[in-house]
């Protein structure tokens, strides 16, 4: 990774030395969904305005782009993983099934990154949840 200059012209909230400093995606009027042609996983790195929490409608960044074979349209499941569990009388650890909390649609991609918008929720999010891309 590399180090850039950028000109902030317009900012939501604070900026410190070392933000991280993304685009505004342009929002188009349609996307048609296409399922992604091969298993994707990531997170989400962050959002538009920097919240701490989200969830249904509000804009979120990937670690994920083009360079992972990202494009407008896909949709991913947003999960938590399983915790592990320990049986007790045989010390045996299993673990659970992830659980959905959500899905999000792909809405601008570029080269290591996408912005998605979420477009279901069923509880909270932060940064740092886990993504999948829905595949055929």
Do not use: W
Request: without cysteine.
């Amino acid at each position: 990774t590399g180090v850039a200059t950028e000109k902030i012209i317009k900012a939501y909230n604070a900026i410190l030395r070392g933000s991280a400093v993304m685009k505004q995606p342009v929002l188009p009027e349609t996307i048609s969904l296409i399922h992604s042609e091969s298993s994707l996983d990531g997170y989400i790195i962050g959002t538009k305005e920097d919240q701490k929490s989200f969830g249904e409608h509000d804009i979120v960044y990937l670690d994920l782009g083009k360079e992972d074979g990202v494009v407008a349209g896909n949709s991913f499941i947003i999960y938590k993983k399983g915790d592990v569990v320990t049986e007790k009388t045989t010390d045996i650890e299993y673990t659970l099934p992830s659980t959905t909390i959500g899905r999000l649609l792909i809405i601008d991609v570029k080269e290591n990154s996408s912005a998605a918008i979420i477009i279901d929720s069923i509880e909270e999010m932060h940064v740092g949840e886990r993504i999948k891309a829905e595949t055929k």
